[in-house]
């Protein structure tokens, strides 16, 4: 399944790419936090000198409309 991945940075800029990974029973199996964070930084130079612990991502979730946490931000 293909998960369209929106990334803002600084203000007002934007990035979107689509990451495949396997969905079972509402879980995202195939795709890890850090796997994520490295496509991240090589697709967005400006957020290259981040790692998985000093980039924060987040999702929407649909039901309640909340942003929910994926990854630690420090």
Same mark, same amino acid.
């Given at each position: ?17 689509? +990451? =495949? ?7 995202? %199996?195939?795709?890890?936090? $850090? &796997?994520? +964070? =490295? ?7 400006? %957020?290259?000198?981040?790692? $998985? &612990? ?21």
């Amino acid at each position: 399944m293909k998960f369209q991945v929106k990334v803002k940075y600084d203000k007002d800029k934007f990035l979107r790419f689509y +990451v =495949e990974a396997d969905l079972v029973d509402g879980i995202v %199996l195939s795709y890890s936090f $850090s &796997s994520l +964070v =490295e496509y991240i930084r090589s697709t967005c130079g400006s %957020l290259r000198h981040h790692t $998985s &612990s000093t980039l924060r991502v987040r999702y929407k979730d649909k039901d309640h409309g909340d942003f929910m946490n994926l990854g630690r931000h420090r």
